[in-house]
């Protein structure tokens, strides 16, 4: 079958999608922009219209993968008619199910994530346009961090607020969260569709080590045990 050329591109969103697939089975070091480009039925050329650096497509599949997240979670935050408790839960819910429901971008945020911080610049040769591309790169990539680092603090936000209320333990904040988000970031790796357990009921595992761990029995919060 013919490969597509650019003006007979595909949607944005499929090769972004085939992209994290393709990353999760060979992984970034080893994936090319052919691998890519075969996967959508592309000419490597015309995946190179739409992505300039397999740099720029690793960024595109993980912002992809955090907006869909972050849209899932925020509202949650938002929700002050719920106790902390029930606000952790439903966002670990959210996340989790979400992390399943797209494993491959999971598994990138575990495993590629760090390859964005080892984007290599062009050469002296490279064309002005190239510089250009890699400039803009650098500027997605730090918005990308800062809004990665927004995504965590949503749930510490929630954390904190149960514990200033006496709700939760007097956990170290930061360390609880990314002890918690590593988990539900793993799940990613080893889910499998067809396996035991649903996104749903790996959630609630995993809520169920949490929480408890967190969650000030009302006799320890009264002062009684």
């Given amino acids: 079958m013919a ?3 650019a003006d007979q591109s595909v949607n944005r969103e499929e090769i972004i999608t085939a992209a994290a697939d393709v990353l999760s089975r060979r992984g970034y070091e080893t994936a090319t922009m052919k691998d890519i480009a075969a996967a959508v039925n592309l ?3 015309s995946l190179y219209h739409h992505f300039r650096s397999k740099d720029a497509l690793l ?3 993980l912002e992809m993968g955090l907006e869909f997240t972050i849209n899932r979670i925020q509202p ?11 606000r952790l839960r439903a966002m670990i819910r959210e996340h989790i199910v979400g992390v399943a429901d797209n494993p491959a971008v999971g598994a990138a945020m575990v495993f590629e994530i760090h390859a964005l911080s080892h984007a290599k610049p062009p050469t002296r ?3 002005p346009e190239d510089v250009q591309a ?3 790169f650098l500027t997605q990539r730090d918005a990308f961090f800062r809004r990665r ?3 965590e603090h949503l749930f510490r936000a929630v954390v904190q607020e149960g514990v200033r209320s006496g ?14 988000l590593g988990a539900n970031n793993w799940v990613g790796v080893w889910y499998r569709p067809d396996g035991r357990l649903s996104g749903e009921a790996i959630a609630a595992e995993i809520t169920g080590y949490f929480i408890p761990a967190l969650v000030m029995r009302k006799g320890a919060r009264d002062g009684l045990v």
């Avoid at 949650?76 to 029930?86: D, F, P, V």
């Avoid at 709700?167 to 918690?180: G, M, R, S, T, W």
């Fill in 3 to 5: 490969r597509k050329p």
């Fill in 43 to 45: 000419t490597a050329a």
């Fill in 59 to 61: 960024l595109a599949v």
């Fill in 76 to 86: 949650i935050t938002c929700q002050r008619g719920l106790s902390a408790e029930e």
């Fill in 125 to 127: 040769r490279a064309k």
């Fill in 134 to 136: 890699f400039e803009a």
């Fill in 149 to 151: 680092d927004a995504f």
């Fill in 167 to 180: 709700e939760f333990h007097p956990v170290d904040v930061p360390i609880f969260v990314k002890a918690l």
